[in-house]
């Protein structure tokens, strides 16, 4: 059996961290589903930007740029079209689950990480736009993201929350799809809108690399992971979810994100295995997938009290890592490098279009 059908009986839900038209055309998504037990996907501006400076899409891009369209229409027009294809390949998962897995997920832009009423506003045109039961809307966790997220899942927007790097962050966005659960609640809605919240974990070990002692290469990212899962738990038993769960509320579950393994040296496979816990997902890059099913191993289930993590973080705090000023600086530089791939991604558009027309 492999390590990746392990995983998945032991239940945490492995979903794929990439999706190009290339893929799709292939049948390597489906491979993925048959072979790695993967039941879901992923997507960001980063991957978009690959994917389509790879020259896949000129066609496409041609097409819509002959017909008027540019920018940020033209592209959400190209990656609605591959989401809903994704989509549609993890529906049945979606089904049989009863909605708990088989999702795929598409961002808004970065540029309205500060901006909450641009922010709901595209949100719910790109989920209606896109016309798939099973598709989140990725919206970043930063202060602003905080009440869009509340706004969306109250109207009834699935929501992947991004951009989270620790356990407080985890907790405030917990605490605003709550919130949107509970004014449905009160406005006699179905309150069963569906949501995770993505953790990333390997920039934390980037940001830290060279400026601790060796005993601690390569351990903050699986302690602060070790951190949100016990703050997840203890969330799951509080009074506050069991009540809304009692009347009908989804749980939001914890996503694992950024697990390909940065530093050459460590194991290809650390935010894997490191990472094992039931009724969570993580969702890997190609690269880390298919050596997990090669040659990974499932150990023991990240304990529920944190085991280690305040003994590691103490570590760290000795060595002059301020853990909370990192994580807020974390999601700073997540959310402008975003930006970034973003604004490179239009221009990438943009040129191909003028040399295709």
């Known amino acids: 059996m492999k390590a990746t059908e392990i995983l998945h009986e032991r239940g945490q839900s492995i979903w794929l961290d990439n999706i190009t038209r290339a893929m799709l055309d292939s049948g390597k998504i489906q491979r993925y589903i048959d072979s790695y037990s993967v039941t879901g996907l ?32 033209l592209f959400f027009e190209l990656a609605i079209e591959d989401l809903r294809r994704a989509a549609d390949e993890f529906l049945g998962i979606h089904g049989r689950t009863d909605g708990v897995d088989g999702w795929v997920s598409l ?13 709901v506003e595209v949100a719910k045109m790109l989920h209606a736009k896109a016309g798939r039961t099973n598709l989140f809307i990725k919206i ?11 706004e969306c899942i109250a109207a009834g927007v699935p929501i992947n929350v991004t951009l989270l790097f620790s356990a407080d962050q985890y907790l405030a966005a917990a605490d605003a799809y709550l919130r949107g659960v509970e004014q449905r609640i009160a406005a006699g809605l179905d309150p069963a809108i569906p949501s995770v919240a993505s953790i990333f974990m390997s920039r934390w070990d980037v940001a830290v690399a060279g400026k601790v002692p060796a005993e601690l290469t390569d351990r903050l990212g699986l302690a602060v992971g ?22 009908g509320a989804r749980t939001q579950r914890l996503l694992w994100a950024s697990t390909g393994t940065k530093n050459p040296d460590a194991p290809d496979t650390l935010y894997v295995h490191g990472l094992a816990a039931p009724f969570t997902i993580n969702t890997m890059p190609d690269k880390t ?5 090669d040659h990974g191993e499932v150990g023991e289930a990240m304990p529920a009290d944190g085991g280690h993590c305040d003994e590691v973080l103490a570590k760290f705090a000795d060595a002059g890592v301020d853990v909370q000023a990192l994580a807020a600086k974390l999601q700073s530089d997540g959310a402008t490098a975003f930006a970034d791939a973003w604004t490179d991604l239009l221009d990438v558009i943009s040129s191909h279009g003028e040399a295709l027309t």
């Open 42 to 73: 992923t997507s960001n501006p980063s991957i978009f930007d690959k994917a389509i400076g790879s020259g896949d899409y000129d066609e496409s891009i041609a097409a819509k740029a002959a017909a008027g369209l540019s920018g940020e229409e």
């Open 107 to 119: 961002e808004v832009s970065p540029l309205l990480a500060h901006d909450t009423a641009k922010t």
């Open 140 to 150: 970043p966790g930063t202060p602003e993201g905080l009440p869009a997220i509340t």
């Open 226 to 247: 070790q951190a949100a899962y016990r703050a997840y738990r203890q969330l799951l038993n509080s009074d506050r979810a069991l009540r809304l769960e009692n009347a």
């Open 289 to 293: 997938l298919e050596a997990f099913a």
